[in-house]
């Protein structure tokens, strides 16, 4: 079984801020780690993944997540964020990257 | 290219009414999935299928019905609907096993 954990509902930050999403996972296996990022109204959009190799992950929009296996952590980070970065963002948990399992969500919002 | 279309958007039924959600992707992906979206819960795995023909419960079947019987489409069926099964519901459908899951806009459901 797999479970995702994401500490923070919501998290307020002012524009240009830095920002950390924070994303604690469990596995009986190896594991799958992704970031999904849904805009209002909108499905959700793939944001980076890990699936094996380096453990700092690289995505879409300037964000980057690093894997920290003794940790069991996932955490998003982007140095300088914009109003446009407002959205819900998922972390997510696979132990075959086909059935994932996602947490409940954080809601970032950016304000200037 | 259309990527994952679900129709309809909105629908308001009566409790006990039965309905379809229907869900078809022109990508060729094997696997296609249907979760249910609700405040402070994340996303929730309905029923998944993992081609034609094969179809599997995940962590919240109860009340709804799959089948697949092509690859572009995976219709969910509402068998008798309950206040209970208001919600927004995402198909997605899964590139390889690369763990990127392309969603629909979702379905906004209303049961009265």
């Known amino acids: 079984a797999q479970s995702v954990t994401q500490l923070d509902s919501q998290v307020p930050v002012f524009e240009e801020a830095p920002v950390e999403l924070r994303c604690n996972y469990s596995?009986?296996?190896?594991?799958?780690l992704f970031w999904y990022v849904q805009y209002p109204n909108q499905g959700l959009q793939l944001l980076l993944k890990?699936?094996?190799?380096?453990?700092l992950v690289k995505g879409i929009n300037g964000f980057e997540a690093e894997f920290n296996k003794s940790q069991t952590s996932f955490h998003l980070r982007k140095p300088s964020v914009h109003i446009s970065d407002t959205a819900e963002y998922f972390c997510?948990?696979?132990?075959?990257?086909?059935?994932?399992?996602f947490g409940t969500g954080t809601r970032l919002q950016v304000t200037l | 290219n259309a990527g994952v279309t679900q129709t309809p958007k909105f629908q308001v039924l009566k409790t006990g009414q039965s309905m379809t959600l229907q869900c078809a992707q022109d990508?060729?992906?094997?696997?296609m999935s249907w979760y249910r979206q609700d405040p402070g819960m994340g996303l929730r795995l309905i029923h998944y299928?993992?081609?034609?023909?094969?179809?599997d419960q995940g962590e919240v079947p109860n009340g709804y019905n799959v089948s697949r019987s092509t690859t572009e489409d995976f219709p969910l069926r509402l068998l008798s609907a309950a206040p209970s099964q208001t919600s927004v519901y995402f198909c997605?459908?899964?590139?390889?096993?690369?763990?990127?899951?392309?969603f629909g806009e979702g379905s906004r459901l209303t049961v009265l």
């Open positions: 997510a948990v696979s132990g075959t990257a086909s059935k994932l399992t």
């Open positions: 990508m060729n992906h094997e696997y």
């Open positions: 997605a459908s899964l590139r390889g096993y690369t763990g990127e899951l392309f």
């Open positions: 299928s993992v081609g034609a023909g094969i179809t």
């Open positions: 890990y699936l094996s190799g380096s453990t």
């Open positions: 596995s009986s296996v190896s594991v799958y």
